[in-house]
């Protein structure tokens, strides 16, 4: 791998960080204060928070995992 392909995979991994800490979570908290005035948005954006991190850990840990093996 060339010093440049593994600079692409270290800024796309602190990436899938950022949506994994920062905004997932304020995906689900913007959801759930949206839920008493529009219960169907703020439903979707919470679950989509939820969606945001699941893939985004999962993406993170394959690529971590290639990276070591």
């Known amino acids: 791998m060339t010093p440049a392909e593994l600079n692409d995979i270290v800024k796309t991994q602190n990436i899938r960080i950022a949506d994994v800490v920062f905004i997932g979570p ?7 204060q949206l839920r008493d005035a529009h ?27 290639a990276l070591t093996a």
Do not use: E, F, K
Not at 26 to 32: A, E, F, N, Y
Not at 56 to 64: F, G, K
């Open 26 to 32: 304020l995906m689900i908290w913007g959801g759930l």
């Open 39 to 65: 219960p169907v948005r703020g439903t979707a954006l919470a679950l989509l928070g939820v969606s945001t991190i699941l893939y985004n850990a999962r993406n993170y840990h394959q690529v971590q995992t």
